[in-house]
């Protein structure tokens, strides 16, 4: 099984031993994923935590949190870049746009976004998108976008409608633990209309642990239970549905072709 969105880091702030839970994992037919870096300068300690284990892919990026405040945002990026660039990296994320919590102004925020998008483009990776209300937003952003790289849609929890136009876009949908929280039937039925080309499965650990772990620290060892609900929905095979995820995701992945950096708008 390929989980699509972890955060290791944030599992150690937890107390969880990541290089014995991938071990373990990996024992047990686990089959990779990515990691999702949440600050500037975690990259190489998230190096040394998953090295054993190339079939986990590393993502870099500064998500909307980073835009409260009033420090240079473009200073800021164009220094990350430039680290970004002499690394190993899979892809640039998580990006995005939060208009429910306090991170900064929204034109901050979508500076911020829009920088990292044209960064993703200059070295040739796919992005890895956050939003949570901001719809309207992130949509003129989408539809103003090529993504030739790719780029996925995590812990998905918009419409049918949106997800529609995001999947014009090059962009892949992202179902988390929230598809088998009780009351969320309209998630379920969006999940149940993605193409299986356009989809994928992720932990987005430690957060939104599966029922009936909800409220718990969350791990990848939980993936299983959001392939079986996702197959349940999909009246189709959890067999099926491994095949489907690691198609799509190794697409993605292998859609990057890393360049050099050559500026940052």
């Keep these: 099984m390929i989980d699509s969105h972890f955060h290791v880091l944030e599992m150690r702030k937890r107390t969880i031993d990541c290089e014995q839970l991938f071990s373990s994992l990996f024992e047990n037919g686990f089959a990779g994923g990515m990691d999702i870096g949440v600050d500037a300068q975690d990259i190489s300690e998230r190096f040394e935590i998953l090295q054993n ?6 993502a870099a990026g500064l998500g909307p949190w980073h835009a409260q405040g009033d ?76 993504f030739p790289y790719g780029g996925i849609l995590h812990c998905y929890a918009s419409s049918f409608e949106f997800a529609e136009r995001a999947m014009k876009q090059n962009l892949l949908i992202s179902f988390a633990g929230p598809i088998t929280y009780k009351n969320n039937n309209a998630l379920r039925e969006i999940l149940s209309k993605i193409p299986d080309e ?52 190794e697409r993605v992945m292998g859609s990057s072709a890393k360049r050099v950096l050559t500026e940052v708008r």
């Design 53 to 58: 284990w190339p079939t986990i892919r590393i």
């Design 71 to 146: 420090h240079d945002l473009d200073k800021l990026i164009g220094d990350v870049a430039r680290q970004w660039e002499a690394l190993p990296i899979d892809c640039i994320g998580e990006i995005g746009l939060d208009n429910y919590w306090n991170y900064g102004t929204r034109e901050r925020q979508e500076r911020l976004f829009i920088l990292q998008l044209d960064v993703a483009e200059q070295l040739g990776l796919p992005v890895a998108i956050h939003m949570r209300d901001a719809d309207g937003q992130m949509q003129s952003i989408i539809k103003s976008r090529a």
């Design 198 to 249: 356009s989809l994928l499965l992720e932990t987005d650990s430690p957060y939104l642990a599966p029922h009936p772990f909800r409220g718990k620290t969350n791990t990848p060892m939980y993936i299983g239970y959001i392939y079986r609900e996702a197959s349940r929905i999909r009246s189709t095979s959890v067999e099926s549905l491994v095949d489907v995820v690691k198609h799509n995701f």
